[in-house]
T-cell receptor, first 114, second 115 residues
Framework: NAGVTQTPKFRILKIGQSMTLQCAQD?????MYWYRQDPGMGLKLIYY???????DKGEVPNGYNVSRSTTEDFPLRLELAAPSQTSVYFC?????????????FGEGSRLTVL | AQKVTQAQTEISVVEKEDVTLDCVYE???????LFWYKQPPSGELVFLIR??????QNEISGRYSWNFQKSTSSFNFTITASQVVDSAVYFC????????????FGTGTRLTIIP
């Protein structure tokens, strides 16, 4: 049971390049999330998904796109990388237990845009 | 909108001392969930505790304890007899509704345990 797996762990991009951060979970969780963590800050929600085929914007969605074609995968796409997108990105998935639940995080992907 | 405030940006204590990390939250809802996560230097986020708004009982887990007080909207975290391995950034977070609401994080408290 691998949990939440993110790839790549590190990436350097040039301004204007595009890339996709991959996120996969093997726990059959319906809810998945992408957060970014800027230096010295807490996490901010970029996008989330409540199930395959359904995605919605979070607090800071500009410059990003997501898709959720399967329950397992939730990739995050950066179309035109900008220095402001330099951050650590965390993917997470959620298991619900009645009205309660637990959020499982991946190990993070550190992205630098130069 | 919800808000989580961790006023302590950085704390340093000598090993074996006790230390309390403060968390103050804001929400108008009566149903909510509070969390603490640990982020060690390696960068991953480690779940520590989840508490719902209907359960104000304090919790102890080994050297860790949590004091939830709705009257002051606080959910403070105490480490007893601190150890060097406790050095990390600790985040407090809140959500109203799993799945449909985002997890609102505080800005974190960087705890350094001095040997």
């Amino acid at each position: 049971n691998a949990g939440v797996t993110q790839t790549p762990k590190f990436r350097i991009l040039k301004i204007g390049q595009s890339m996709t951060l991959q996120c996969a979970q093997d726990m059959n969780h319906n809810y998945m999330y992408w957060y970014r963590q800027d230096p010295g800050m807490g996490l901010k929600l970029i996008y989330y998904s409540v199930g395959a085929g359904i995605t919605d914007k979070g607090e800071v969605p500009n410059g990003y796109n997501v898709s959720r074609s399967t329950t397992e995968d939730f990739p995050l796409r950066l179309e035109l990388a900008a220095p402001s997108q330099t951050s650590v990105y965390f993917c997470a998935s959620l298991t619900l237990q009645g009205l309660d639940g637990e959020l499982f995080f991946g190990e993070g992907s550190r992205l630098t845009v130069l | 909108a919800q808000k989580v405030t961790q006023a302590q940006t950085e704390i340093s204590v000598v090993e074996k001392e006790d230390v309390t990390l403060d968390c103050v939250y804001e929400t108008r809802d009566t149903t909510y969930y509070l969390f603490w996560y640990k982020q060690p230097p390696s960068g991953e986020l480690v779940f520590l505790i989840r508490r719902n708004s209907f359960d104000e009982q304090n919790e102890i887990s080994g050297r860790y304890s949590w004091n939830f007080q709705k009257s002051t909207s606080s959910f403070n975290f105490t480490i007893t007899a601190s150890q060097v391995v406790d050095s990390a950034v600790y985040f407090c977070a809140l959500t109203l509704d799993f799945g449909n609401e985002k997890l609102t994080f505080g800005t974190g408290t960087r705890l350094t345990i001095i040997p």
